[in-house]
């Protein structure tokens, strides 16, 4: 994919993780190697068909965790729910499937759940990957000092920075600005760019965490210009460039970028509450009602908070009241994916 760094391969490494990822004195088949490989290289669909295909012959439980791993990549949650689930249950002394139904209840926004089983995962085998998941879930609860020390914890069990790292200076900073500490969180998001350049998942953070928060619009636009350079099909980059284009007082040029936003991630409840605002802030409260109505459907008080709600029950004739939201987006991974190749995660709206 794009949005990440692809840098030379740790051997050694790799075979622990792969021992590490198997049932006590079972060695690792072709099949499995194969779907290994596949999810490192980001190819979730082809290795959940490799993993099918050796689910169909008995004696190869450990392809649940693996097909779990594809399925959470692709957003199919409940299908990932209902293998790692089978993996557990076929061999519970194996950590991957309990790390693949962490993932997944995160994915349907079953955050304590999520929480608490991470916590096992970090438990039984501590692992900067586990630390970094577990963070990620706390920094959406809005536990941001419990998310700040995982974040230390992952730090320290990577040791020396290098570009592999760099998401966790990136969240580190996040959760700076998120509390408040302007100057930690210059400095972080600072480091993230500069172990990882060609990121754009960092520049589009500090984008939104450091300059757009504090009202720097330029400065964000600056950095989201970045971002989408890098990865000119970035959806989060658009919608936020789009939102500072319409602070800096061009709406025009805003309702492009969110449009394209909308166009490359539908999903994306902020897109919606961007351009619900924009039209209530333009007179067009109908029009503005019906757009946070959809951001609701697609789930932005489980990722964002109230926010939207309150603008219904203040703005509209109806009040918010209590929906089902669609699933969250959450980051795939595994602690058994190569250490170099960072996870999808859910960045800035």
């Not at 194969?34 to 004696?59: D, E, Q």
């Not at 350079?229 to 040029?253: D, E, H, I, Q, V």
């Not at 190749?341 to 859910?346: A, F, G, I, S």
Request: glycine share 8%.
């Amino acid at each position: 994919m794009g949005q990440y760094l692809r840098h030379m391969r740790n051997s050694i490494l790799l075979v622990l993780l792969t021992i590490a990822g198997t049932s006590a004195g079972q060695t690792t088949t072709p099949a499995e190697a194969k779907v290994r490989a596949k999810l490192a290289k980001g190819k979730a669909y082809p290795a959940i068909r490799i993993a099918t295909a050796a689910l169909a012959k008995p004696g190869h439980p450990e392809f649940y965790a693996l097909r779990a791993e594809g399925y959470n990549a692709i957003a199919e949650f409940t299908k990932a729910e209902q293998d790692a689930r089978m993996a557990i249950s076929l061999l519970p002394d194996s950590v991957s499937g309990l790390f693949q139904l962490a993932v997944a209840g995160q994915g349907m926004g079953r955050l304590d759940s999520a929480d608490a089983q991470f916590s096992e995962v970090v438990h039984r085998s501590p692992s900067p990957e586990a630390y970094y998941r577990r963070a990620q879930v706390r920094q959406l609860q809005g536990r941001l000092g419990d998310a700040a020390r995982d974040i230390d914890q992952a730090m320290a069990l990577a040791g020396a920075d290098g570009p592999a790292s760099a998401r966790f200076h990136r969240m580190k900073g996040e959760l700076a600005a998120m509390a408040g500490d302007t100057a930690l969180a210059r400095t972080e998001l600072g480091r993230a760019v500069q172990l990882a350049p060609d990121d754009p998942v960092n520049y589009n953070s500090r984008g939104f965490y450091l300059h757009a928060k504090r009202g720097d619009h330029k400065g964000a636009i600056a950095d989201y210009d970045r971002a989408i350079k890098l990865n000119p099909n970035y959806s989060y980059a658009f919608n936020n460039r789009g939102w500072s284009w319409y602070k800096a007082g061009n709406t025009a040029k805003a309702l492009k970028d969110i449009g394209r936003a909308k166009r490359k991630k539908s999903m994306n409840p902020f897109v919606y509450r961007n351009l619900g605002v924009i039209a209530l802030e333009s007179g067009d409260t109908t029009k503005a009602c019906l757009l946070f109505r959809e951001a609701l459907d697609k789930g932005f008080t489980t990722l964002y908070g109230t926010e939207v709600e309150d603008l219904m029950a203040t703005s509209c004739k109806q009040p918010a009241g209590s929906r089902t939201h669609a699933p969250v987006q959450a980051p795939a991974g595994t602690i058994d994916r190569r250490p170099d190749r960072p996870p999808v995660r859910t960045n800035a709206p």
